[in-house]
């Protein structure tokens, strides 16, 4: 069965003058039909997640706030986004939509969302432009209503991915791999199970060959069955927030390996697309078309 991607216009919420590029999840919609890489029917509108889904990860007074609107000063500041109604609309939404991806990966191997990846949102307080960690939402879901007993989180975005580090801390249940620039933001960095700081300006060559043995203590060590693939467009050399070389094609590669062993071992993974601030957008939807177009791709396949 062909995989599904999550995605609604309402992933988008104005937020004015902004690095974030929120355009980019209509624009990647936009390009994934406008060059045949996927059709109209291979997308499903997702429902928002709900607060019980919120608190499986979050503290009871953090969702309050988020839906009461009384976030501090300081907590806004610490999110780094400007704070409204419609941005906590679409983070609910944008992490249903990653529930929705795991539990099509589940079904079909292949699950895609076509936004998500917030992973430095922490169970208190929301931080990096991520307000909800749908990514730890994704796991805890799947892990509390059965669906599989251990789960892995691949985390490949430029920076750590600190919120679900400390999230899933103590929980042997999820194994988390973050492969990331070591001299860039978060600037405190929980453990994560496994974590590999690449050096500013590394290559895609030194880049894949760590990713490649890292892959096999995810994969082979831990044995999950699940993986969360946090698909950073931001190691691209051309990002304005990261400080890596990796080249449109180096992250193509990276895609395909990931992919490619979850489904050599048959491990259902869901996609994610976490950041990506190049100096061109198009770049930026260059690539994450590219992830979403293989692992359609892959997941047809199976």
């Known amino acids: 069965m062909r995989p599904t991607v999550q995605y609604s216009d309402r992933y988008y919420a104005d937020i004015g003058g902004h690095v974030f590029p929120m355009m980019k999840y209509r624009l990647i919609h936009a390009r994934l039909l406008e060059d045949g890489l996927a059709a109209a029917d291979d997308f499903a509108e997702p429902g928002p997640a709900t607060a019980d889904d919120a608190l499986l990860v979050h503290t009871p007074e953090y969702v309050g706030k988020l839906q009461n609107g009384t976030l501090s000063p300081s907590e806004i500041a610490t999110l780094e986004l400007p704070y409204s109604e419609k941005l906590v609309e679409a983070a609910f939404l944008g992490a249903g939509g990653t529930i929705a991806a795991v539990r099509s990966s589940v079904e079909r191997g292949v699950g895609?969302?076509?936004?998500?990846?917030?992973?430095?949102?922490?169970?208190?307080?929301?931080?990096?432009?991520?307000v909800l960690?749908?990514?730890?939402?994704?796991?805890?879901?799947?892990?509390?209503?059965?669906?599989?007993?251990?789960a892995a989180v691949i985390d490949c975005d430029v920076h750590q991915g600190n919120g679900t580090a400390s999230i899933f801390g103590s929980d042997d249940r999820v194994f988390t791999f973050s492969i990331h620039q070591k001299m860039n933001y978060p600037y405190v960095k929980p453990p994560s199970s496994l974590d590999i700081g690449l050096p500013n300006d590394a290559d895609g060559e030194l880049y894949l060959s760590h990713l490649a043995r890292a892959l096999e203590t995810v994969l082979d060590g831990f044995v999950p069955e699940l993986v969360l693939y946090v698909a950073g467009a931001d190691p691209y050399r051309g990002d304005l927030l990261g400080g890596l070389a990796l080249t449109i094609g180096d992250l193509a590669a990276r895609d395909r390996a990931i992919m490619t062993a979850c489904a050599e071992r048959a491990v259902p993974f869901t996609v994610t697309l976490a950041g990506g601030y190049a100096a061109d957008t198009n770049d930026t939807v260059t690539i994450q078309s590219a992830t979403i177009a293989a692992a359609l791709s892959i997941g047809e396949g199976l």
């Open 112 to 130: 895609v969302n076509l936004a998500g990846g917030f992973h430095h949102a922490y169970a208190d307080h929301g931080e990096g432009f991520c």
């Open 133 to 150: 960690n749908d990514v730890a939402m994704g796991v805890a879901r799947a892990l509390e209503d059965g669906l599989v007993k251990r």
